[in-house]
């Protein structure tokens, strides 16, 4: 009888500890939601641009000059935007209906020009948006983006490991 008394009491007190840890765990990841929760209500709204130029410590004049130049191509982007997603759109139909090979190579065909349009978009609002910052923000900005660039190459390597 003592034996069952020792085996329920050393049971009860292996689960109160898995009811303990899995009370803290829970308290940990709540805490995380809510960081995260804070720091997306934080970047609502703001560009890729400005999530790029954000620690560059720009003036208000040259924030006004960026916003400038991204009203300036405003249209462009919002066409190319829609070409980008309609071609996908058309991409993913043409896989999913089973389409023949010239099918699924005209609407990838879409699906890259659409993929040109976005980069050489990109590339002109880049180089514009360059010529408004100093020589310092400029390296600032070119550090950034190889850094974001490695983290890119890193998921990559990750997804392929795994």
Known sequence: MKRHLKVSLAVSLVVLLLVSAV????AQNAKRLQQNRRQAAALKGM????????GLDLTDQQKEQVKGILANHKTEIKT???ESVKARKGLREALASGADQAALRAAYDQVSGAGWDTLRLRSQIGSEVKQVLTPEQQE????????IN?????????????
């Open 23 to 26: 009370a803290v765990a829970n």
């Open 150 to 162: 490695k983290l890119g190459m890193q998921l990559l390597q990750n997804r392929r490991i795994k």
């Open 140 to 147: 600032r900005l070119q550090k950034r983006l190889q850094n």
């Open 47 to 54: 560009s890729r641009a400005g999530l790029l130029l954000g």
């Open 80 to 82: 190319v935007v829609q």
